[in-house]
């Protein structure tokens, strides 16, 4: 039988010898898939950044812009 123990990192612990449970894996993986979740979203959120900072740059005119050939007179 097993109990949960602790608050901020509750563990489980067997209720006849003391001895805490192996951590099961699922939980390990969920972990990991939070940690990737969240740098994937703080890579989107600095991409949106740094093209947003871009596109005003561009409005600005701060940014060289492709030259179209104008027709020469004579």
Wanted: hydrophobic share 40%; glycine share 6%.
């Amino acid at each position: 039988m097993l109990t949960k123990v602790g608050r901020n990192k509750p563990m489980l612990i067997c209720c006849d010898c003391g001895q805490p449970a192996a951590q099961s894996s699922s939980e390990r993986q969920r972990r990991i898939h939070g940690s990737l979740l969240m740098l994937a979203l703080a890579a989107v959120a600095g991409i949106a950044l740094f093209l947003s900072h871009i596109n005003e740059k561009a409005r600005e005119g701060l940014l060289p812009t492709e030259k179209t050939e104008q027709p020469q007179e004579e």
